[in-house]
């Protein structure tokens, strides 16, 4: 059984940075791509940076690009997601998740997930 473990959330205001870590179990790690996402009470999980099983590429949603940069070390099974230049409306429950069958943009191409750390952004 896969677990992911996301860190890093917290308080912090507008133009901040955070660094944001998931941690991973299981020695297949490296075998997957891994993405973020990120949810909103009463909206929908929503993508924000995917990463290929070997960190060669890498996605991003276009209201993160340029402001977020997600990076993974496969030697210590853990994907990260640097994020500067962060607004309030960045604020949402990050959710890092294991790559599945599908679109690296989509929830549905995922077939693992994290509980998710909460992000505030204060203006």
Known sequence: QVQLVES???LVQAGGSLRLSCAASGRTFSS????????????????????SWSGGNTYY???VKGRFTI???????????EMNSLKPEDTAVYHCARGGQ??????????????GTQVT???
């Open 8 to 10: 890093g959330g917290g």
């Open 32 to 51: 997957y791509a891994m993405g973020w996402f990120r949810q909103v009470p009463g909206k929908e999980r929503e993508f924000v940076a995917a990463i």
């Open 61 to 63: 949603a276009d209201s």
């Open 71 to 81: 990076s993974r070390d496969n030697a210590k099974n853990t994907v990260y997601l």
């Open 102 to 115: 599908g679109a690296y943009n989509s929830v549905e191409g995922y077939d693992y997930w994290g509980q």
């Open 121 to 123: 952004v204060t203006s």
